[in-house]
């Protein structure tokens, strides 16, 4: 029989929280070109909890440079596979066709969107035989690499705080004709899911026009109750998750 999850008292004072947290805050995820707004909303997030009472450590987690072109690596050739199925035949919506053969081709072609698309070539790409060992193998013991970042990080730290992404959100479509743009929006979130451990983001705080900052938390495997009350003893002493920006942003 398995064990109940661990209730998580909400009640908890901050103060109670924080006292003796050890956080870490990783070199790698203030990089050149971070915006500006973006840093200083999180450093003042974490000199806060360091005034209620939490160590705050500089860490070094340094194969994070590799987390976005493993991930899109590993992500399309698991797309390439999983999405194998939705032919028209055995799942999802189907074509109309004269024959098995057009209802695959016109059915894929017609349903699957243009980042769908790349992923599954990306992906079939880095499986086919003579790449997968150059592609997927190696993406794979990177992979094994950022784990063990993380793993060598707790041993010192409770928990790691960092952005959650470089920039504020971006216009809808801004980077439609760039997806190696839009990918690298996603450098702060990718070594944690390669990694197979927990993070939340809150917000910490809002850039010149109006756009809301996160900070993300991140912590060992299975520790979720852990940054849920990180997250809310945060909560408990800020009112960012309440206000409304004052100017209007357009999309």
Same mark, same amino acid.
């Given at each position: 029989?398995?064990?109940?999850?661990?209730?998580?008292?909400?009640?908890?004072?901050?103060?109670?929280?924080?006292?003796?947290?050890?956080? %870490?805050?990783?070199?790698?995820?203030?990089?050149? %070109?971070?915006?500006?707004?973006?840093?200083?909303?999180?450093?003042?997030?974490?000199?806060?909890?360091?005034?209620?009472?939490?160590? =705050?450590?500089?860490?070094?987690?340094?194969?994070?440079?590799?987390?976005?072109?493993?991930?899109?690596?590993?992500?399309?050739?698991?797309?390439?596979?999983?999405?194998?199925?939705?032919?028209?035949?055995?799942?999802?919506?189907?074509?109309?066709?004269?024959?098995?053969?057009?209802?695959?081709?016109?059915?894929?072609?017609?349903?699957?969107?243009?980042?769908?698309?790349?992923?599954?070539?990306?992906?079939?790409?880095?499986?086919?035989?003579?790449?997968?060992?150059?592609?997927?193998?190696?993406?794979?013991?990177?992979?094994?690499?950022?784990?063990?970042?993380?793993?060598?990080?707790?041993?010192?730290?409770?928990?790691?705080?960092?952005?959650?992404?470089?920039?504020?959100?971006?216009?809808?479509?801004?980077?439609?004709?760039?997806?190696?743009?839009?990918?690298?929006?996603?450098?702060?979130?990718?070594?944690?899911?390669?990694?197979?451990?927990?993070?939340?983001?809150?917000? =910490?705080?809002?850039?010149?026009?109006?756009?809301?900052?996160?900070?993300?938390?991140?912590?060992?495997?299975?520790?979720?109750?852990?940054?849920?009350? =990180?997250?809310?003893?945060?909560?408990? =002493?800020?009112?960012?998750?309440?206000?409304?920006?004052?100017?209007?942003?357009?999309?």
């Amino acid at each position: 029989m398995k064990s109940p999850l661990p209730e998580i008292n909400l009640e908890k004072p901050a103060e109670e929280i924080f006292n003796g947290l050890r956080i %870490g805050v990783p070199e790698e995820y203030f990089i050149k %070109g971070i915006q500006t707004e973006v840093e200083s909303c999180v450093m003042e997030a974490i000199k806060s909890l360091e005034s209620l009472g939490a160590q =705050v450590k500089t860490i070094r987690l340094p194969h994070t440079k590799y987390a976005v072109p493993v991930y899109y690596i590993l992500a399309p050739a698991e797309a390439s596979a999983n999405l194998a199925r939705y032919d028209g035949i055995r799942y999802g919506e189907r074509a109309n066709a004269n024959s098995i053969w057009d209802i695959f081709q016109e059915t894929r072609g017609e349903k699957f969107g243009q980042e769908v698309k790349r992923r599954i070539m990306l992906g079939t790409y880095a499986l086919s035989a003579g790449y997968y060992e150059a592609y997927y193998g190696q993406a794979q013991k990177v992979r094994t690499l950022i784990k063990k970042d993380f793993e060598l990080a707790f041993d010192e730290v409770d928990i790691i705080a960092a952005p959650v992404a470089p920039t504020t959100a971006f216009r809808i479509g801004e980077h439609g004709d760039d997806p190696l743009s839009m990918y690298l929006e996603d450098a702060f979130t990718l070594p944690a899911n390669l990694a197979g451990i927990p993070g939340i983001s809150f917000p =910490v705080g809002f850039d010149d026009n109006g756009l809301p900052v996160g900070l993300q938390i991140m912590a060992p495997a299975c520790q979720e109750e852990m940054i849920l009350q =990180v997250a809310n003893a945060y909560q408990q =002493v800020t009112d960012w998750h309440k206000v409304i920006p004052k100017k209007k942003f357009i999309f």
